[in-house]
């Protein structure tokens, strides 16, 4: 019993101080977990259960996951953890992430920052490997530092970081590069920085074409040799020509520059597509769906 004759309560049991506003305050780390438990989270089941979901998902609202083939995925250091800065055209950034991380480096687990308030709507992708920040505040940067520590600590694992911080078309110059980016040398002198633009085109389909292409890797030693402002311009520049040279190929509308990751639908669909099918199958005419295929005529 207490002194005051009521029952003591056990040991951890007891209530935070109230904050001096009145509200309680918050025992440390309890609205957010440890930075090694980002890691830890991660499950490689679900990894492979969610992968499948992905994969049917964008295959049915998009042609293609394409990889450029004038800028194919470059050699990296098997002992070094790898930061792939993209830019942020889209929606779609996050799931082409996970299936390029699936379907080009099935080796190494991938790690992907998200806004936290979004990813308090989809709890599930902490298995992912998600993790959430908040944006535009001090607190926020700290603690996504901290979280790409974490990350970063094994050479196995890779960082996909949308550069921008927020969306932003594939025209916009100077491509924005968030403060957070050049820091991480600092953290991880052993990583890779590895430039992918992501472009989304529509052209002969009625689903678009996602696109992507790779730059050069740079070691995060060569940009530790230039200040903060001056690996800012490096990446820019790096990410900047790498997009630049996607588009030039997206332009072209040509597949055959490219080669397929992932296979989406092609064609009309629906009644009018099986309609084309049995047409093809009555005249012993193989059956193409894509409408920038001219079908034979009928004799």
Not at 70 to 95: E, K, Q, R, T
Not at 132 to 152: H, K
Not at 176 to 183: K, M, Q, S, V
Not at 227 to 238: F, G, I, N
Request: glycine share 8%; proline share 12%.
């Amino acid at each position: 019993m207490a002194p005051d004759g009521r029952r003591a309560q056990p040991e951890g049991l007891n209530r935070p101080p109230a904050a001096p506003d009145g509200r309680r305050a918050q025992p440390e780390g309890l609205n957010r977990p440890p930075a090694d438990s980002i890691v830890a989270l991660r499950s490689e089941r679900h990894m492979r259960f969610f992968g499948v979901i992905f994969a049917r998902f964008f295959a049915k609202h998009m042609r293609a996951l394409r990889v450029q083939r004038s800028a194919p995925l470059p050699p990296l250091p098997a002992g070094a953890p790898v930061i792939v800065f993209a830019n942020h055209p889209g929606w779609w950034d996050g799931v082409v992430f996970m299936l390029a991380a699936r379907g080009l480096f099935p080796g190494r687990p991938a790690f992907v920052p998200m806004d936290a308030a979004a990813l308090a709507r989809y709890p599930f992708m902490r298995r992912l490997g998600v993790f959430g920040i908040e944006q535009r505040s001090p607190r926020g940067a700290v603690a996504f530092l901290r979280d790409a520590t974490a990350v970063l600590a094994a050479p196995s694992h890779m960082l996909w970081i949308n550069a921008p911080g927020r969306f932003c078309d594939v025209r916009e110059r100077p491509v924005p590069i968030a403060p957070g980016l050049p820091r991480l040398p600092e953290l991880a002198p052993g990583a890779v920085f590895l430039p992918m633009a992501i472009e989304y085109a529509f052209w002969s389909e009625r689903a678009p074409e996602a696109l992507l292409g790779f730059g050069a890797p740079i070691p995060a030693a060569s940009l530790l040799e230039q200040d903060r402002e001056a690996r800012t311009e490096t990446l820019r520049a790096a990410l900047t020509a790498t997009m630049d040279a996607l588009a030039l190929d997206a332009m072209a509308r040509d597949e055959a520059r490219f080669d397929a990751l992932a296979q989406g639908r092609e064609g009309m669909g629906g009644i009018y597509g099986l309609w084309q099918r049995i047409r093809a199958t009555l005249r012993g005419a193989p059956f193409d769906p894509r409408h920038g295929v001219t079908p034979p005529k009928d004799p």
